[in-house]
């Protein structure tokens, strides 16, 4: 099971650094990503992140976020600068693409404007 944390109310240009813990080992071959989900819109993919640290990002967040990992604690980071009213969301992460494991309760980040 994976548990996102980190999130809260920011303001605009603001930073947070959201953390994604699993319960039991992410095998490292996994590729992981972190996606969210803002109020009446769809699930989005925000960022993923290979086993060997190559990493790809929404064009929304480019420049912005930076995803990383430590395969040693299983634990997934998402590093976001410069926030926006419009990053307001629920942030999970899952393995990408397949998206296999269950979806956590996610971790709500608010941005005032």
């Known amino acids: 099971q994976l548990q996102a944390s980190g999130g809260g109310l920011v303001q605009a240009g603001g930073s947070l650094r959201l953390s994604c813990a699993a319960s039991?080992?992410?095998?490292?071959?996994?590729?992981m990503g972190w996606y969210r989900q803002a109020p009446g819109k769809q699930r989005e993919l925000v960022a993923h992140?290979?086993?060997?640290?190559?990493?790809n990002y929404a064009d929304s967040v480019k420049g912005r976020f930076t995803i990383s990992r430590d395969n040693a604690k299983n634990t997934v980071y998402l590093q976001m600068n410069s926030l926006k009213p419009e990053d307001t969301a629920v942030y999970y992460c899952n393995e990408f693409p397949t998206t296999r494991f269950a979806w956590g309760q996610g971790t709500l980040v608010t941005v005032s404007s």
């Open positions: 992140i290979t086993s060997g640290g190559i990493t």
């Open positions: 039991g080992r992410i095998p490292s071959i996994y590729v």
